[in-house]
C-alpha cells in the first residue's frame, strides 16, 4: 500500500487521463472527485476508475474535449448537456446553478443528459451543504437490475444520495446504490472463483444463484426486493424521461473500454430552508432528531466516517494499493 499526498494524487490521476485525450479542464475536474472519494475511504469510486475513463477516452466511448452547456432554463429549472463528456464539468455547472437558482426561487431542480459516471455521489452535494442547502442527487446507470419479477437487466444500480447542512457540524450525508451489492463484487469472486451469497443475484433464467459468473450475466438482485425495484424505477425515470437521457438498458457497461456511448441522466435537487418553516426552525428540528439518534450507544450519524477518513487522509496522506499506482504510472507513460 503507498501512502500519496492528495495534490500529488490529483496531478497523476489528471496526468493519465490527458495523456488519454480528456481536456485539461475535465482531467483537472475528473481528478478532485476521484481523489476525494479515496479521501473519505470509497476506493471503488476512486483513481482506481481513472484507467476505466482512459479507455472510454481512447475508444472515443466519452468526448474528451467535450464543453458542458445550459441546453434550456426556467425559473428554478435547467437542463445541462454534458456533450458525452466525461461527467464531472457538468456536476460542476449544477451545483453552481443549483445554488443560484435555489437562493432565488427557494427550490431549484438541474437535470445533466448525455452525461457519464459521475463517481460519489455525495461529493457533489457537499458544496450545496455547505451553502446552507438541503441537497438531492441520483442517476442512472447501464442496467444491471431486473424489473421486480423479470430476470433480465433493465434498470442500473441506481445511485441516490442526499445532505442535510447542520449548523457548525458536518453535514448528514446519505448515499447508496439500490441493489443489494456493487457489481465489483461478483466480479472479484468471480476473479478468485469464489462463490457468493444467496440473495445477491440472479442468474439468466432469474433464478438465485451462488455463482458470481452467472450472477454476472444475470442481474444484481435490488436492496429491499419488490421496494428498491421501485425505487430504481422511479430514478431511472427521474433521470432520463426529464432530462432526454438513455435508460439503463440502453447503455454498454462501464466496465468495457469500447461500447456506445452512455448518455447517463443525473438529476439534483435543492431546497432553502429559509423559504420554508425557517432556517431556525430547520436546524432545531435537525438536532433534535440527531441528539435522539445519538442517545443510543453505537448509532452513527451517516457519513460521519468518511469525513473522519478525509481529515485523516488530508493530515497523513491517501493510502492507494500499489497496483493502483503502478496502472496510473503506465498511463501517464
Known amino acids: 500500500m503507498a501512502i500519496m499526498i492528495s495534490e500529488n494524487l490529483r496531478v497523476l490521476a489528471a496526468r493519465a487521463l490527458t495523456r488519454a485525450g480528456a481536456s485539461t479542464v475535465a482531467a483537472a475536474s475528473t481528478a478532485r472527485a476521484l481523489v476525494a472519494a479515496d479521501e473519505h475511504g470509497i476506493g471503488t469510486?476512486?483513481?482506481s476508475r481513472t484507467a476505466h475513463y482512459a479507455g472510454h477516452l481512447r475508444n472515443a466511448r466519452v468526448i474528451g474535449d467535450a464543453v458542458p452547456h445550459i441546453a434550456h432554463e426556467r425559473g428554478g429549472a435547467c437542463l445541462i448537456d454534458a456533450g458525452n463528456g466525461l461527467a464531472y464539468p457538468a456536476c460542476e455547472i449544477a451545483v453552481a446553478e443549483l445554488i443560484k437558482r435555489a437562493k432565488q426561487f427557494g427550490v431549484a431542480y438541474v437535470g445533466i443528459t448525455n452525461s457519464n459516471h459521475n463517481g460519489m455521489t455525495s461529493f457533489h452535494l457537499e458544496p450545496l451543504a455547505e451553502a446552507g442547502l438541503v441537497a438531492l442527487a441520483f442517476c442512472n446507470s447501464p442496467a444491471a437490475m431486473n424489473a421486480w419479477g423479470g430476470k433480465r437487466p433493465i434498470f442500473g444500480t441506481n445511485p441516490i444520495a442526499a445532505a442535510f447542512p447542520r449548523r457548525g457540524q458536518w453535514p448528514v450525508i446519505i448515499d447508496l446504490a439500490l441493489t443489494e451489492v456493487a457489481k465489483g463484487k461478483l466480479m472479484m469472486a468471480a476473479r478468485d472463483n469464489k462463490p457468493i451469497p444467496l440473495g445477491w443475484a440472479?442468474?439468466?433464467?432469474?433464478?438465485?444463484t451462488?455463482?458470481?459468473?452467472?450472477g454476472i450475466h444475470g442481474s444484481l438482485v435490488p436492496a429491499g426486493g419488490a421496494?428498491?425495484?421501485?425505487l430504481a424505477l422511479m430514478i431511472e425515470l427521474l433521470a432520463v424521461s426529464l432530462t432526454g437521457a438513455a435508460f439503463g438498458f440502453e447503455?454498454?457497461?462501464?466496465f468495457s473500454a469500447s461500447g456506445n456511448t452512455a448518455r447517463l441522466?443525473?438529476?439534483?435537487?435543492?431546497?432553502?430552508?429559509?423559504?420554508m418553516a425557517g432556517n431556525e426552525?430547520?436546524?432545531?428540528?435537525?438536532?433534535?432528531?440527531v441528539t435522539a439518534m445519538l442517545e443510543d450507544d453505537g448509532v452513527r450519524l451517516p457519513g460521519y466516517r468518511r469525513f473522519e477518513n478525509r481529515e485523516k487522509a488530508q493530515r497523513d496522506g491517501v493510502e492507494i494499493p500499489d497496483a493502483i499506482i503502478a496502472e496510473l504510472n503506465a498511463l501517464t507513460a
Open 45 to 47: 469510486h476512486g483513481v
Open 202 to 208: 440472479l442468474d439468466r433464467d432469474g433464478k438465485p
Open 227 to 230: 421496494k428498491g425495484a421501485m
Open 265 to 275: 441522466g443525473q438529476g439534483f435537487l435543492a431546497i432553502d430552508p429559509g423559504a
Open 210 to 214: 451462488t455463482d458470481a459468473n452467472e
Open 281 to 289: 426552525i430547520y436546524s432545531e428540528r435537525v438536532e433534535a432528531l
Open 251 to 254: 447503455m454498454d457497461s462501464f
